[in-house]
């Protein structure tokens, strides 16, 4: 199996550079096979959004340090700043779709639209869908718009393409796996759903469950209820969840030191945050450090 790739810093892709790195990038789309860049086999993070459309391949995708089987039909999706690389042990074919926040933002402009996508929460822990050789025959069209419209220079092209990265995504999500809670449990299932987003925005400025509890306009108590419910976690062990993601992602860049990793992340204590790193991840943030300084295998 080949190996990924674990560089001294992280490299970090403001834009695309499939679409020749231009700074007003806003989409692309690319096909995968012909390419002697890709796959990318060191780890490494975007500013936009990315979509592997992964039709034929066999190998592995490390993403925010967890492992995932490649194999033909995978789509995986990877939201800003989340860490990745990838391998296939054959030639790759697919398409890498590419679409910066704001664009996202003109598809889906409702932020209540947005947590509909649970394939795009950096805490959901499904990144991926395997599908079906039908499933996958049966949306592959869509791409083949995108990909006609987006080659084109014609008038509101990017109003098209955006109608059918509509269409594709919200085809994809009904396939998704929905949580027994969803359909159980809406409400709480819904009120999950938007603390991990404000999760997402505010893991360094609030401090406790009861900072964002007064956001979403409820009690601390009943947001643990619902968090407990629709998760089997607490509130407050989601919060820990994307803390202790960052400083993984931080820690594999070893251009800052422990030091500066457990300031920029808002601990007070160095001593307190290297004790809550090992406890959450069972070794120290120095083993973590040197472990992903190493080749995967």
Same mark, same amino acid.
């Given at each position: 199996m080949k190996d990924i790739r674990f560089p001294d810093d992280t490299p970090n892709f403001e834009v695309s550079d499939f679409s020749g790195g231009h700074a007003e990038f806003v989409f692309d789309l690319v096909k995968l096979e012909g390419r002697n860049e890709i796959p990318r086999p060191f780890l490494h993070r975007h500013s936009y959004y990315h979509i592997l459309w992964m039709s034929n391949a066999q190998g592995n995708h490390v993403l925010d340090f967890d492992?995932?089987?490649?194999?033909?039909h995978s789509v995986f999706f990877i939201s800003p700043g989340q860490i990745h690389g990838w391998t296939s042990e054959i030639d790759a074919s697919g398409y890498a779709i590419n679409f910066s926040p704001e664009f996202f933002l003109q598809v889906f402009p409702r932020i209540e639209e947005l947590a509909e996508f649970p394939f795009f929460h950096i805490a959901n822990a499904d990144p991926v869908l395997y599908l079906t050789p039908q499933?996958? =025959?049966? *949306?592959?069209? #869509? #791409?083949?718009e995108i990909e006609k419209e987006n080659a084109?220079?014609?008038?509101?092209? +990017? =109003?098209?393409?955006?109608?059918? %990265?509509?269409? #594709?995504?919200?085809? %994809?999500?009904? %396939?998704?796996?929905?949580?027994? !809670?969803?359909?159980v449990l809406p409400r709480s299932?819904? *009120?999950?759903?938007? @603390?991990k987003l404000l999760i997402e925005q505010h893991y360094l400025e @609030?401090?406790?469950?009861? =900072? +964002? !509890?007064a956001r979403l306009f409820v009690t601390d108590r009943k947001l643990n209820e619902a968090v407990k419910t629709t998760t089997g976690r607490t509130a407050t062990q989601l919060i820990h969840d994307r803390i202790l993601m960052e400083a993984k992602r931080l820690l594999a860049q070893s251009e800052l030191s422990i030091a500066e990793i457990s300031y920029r %992340?808002?601990?007070?204590?160095? !001593? +307190?945050?290297?004790?809550f790193f090992k406890k959450n991840v069972q070794m120290t943030p120095g083993e973590f450090?040197?472990?992903?300084s190493a080749p995967l295998s």
């Open positions: 492992n995932y089987g490649i194999v033909p499933q996958h =025959d049966e *949306l592959f069209p #869509l #791409l083949k084109g220079d014609q008038r509101w092209r +990017y =109003d098209i393409v955006r109608s059918f %990265l509509q269409i #594709l995504l919200t085809r %994809l999500r009904r %396939l998704h796996q929905p949580h027994d !809670a969803e359909s299932y819904s *009120l999950t759903k938007r @603390f @609030f401090g406790s469950v009861q =900072d +964002y !509890a %992340l808002n601990f007070d204590d160095f !001593a +307190y945050f290297c004790r450090k040197k472990k992903f």
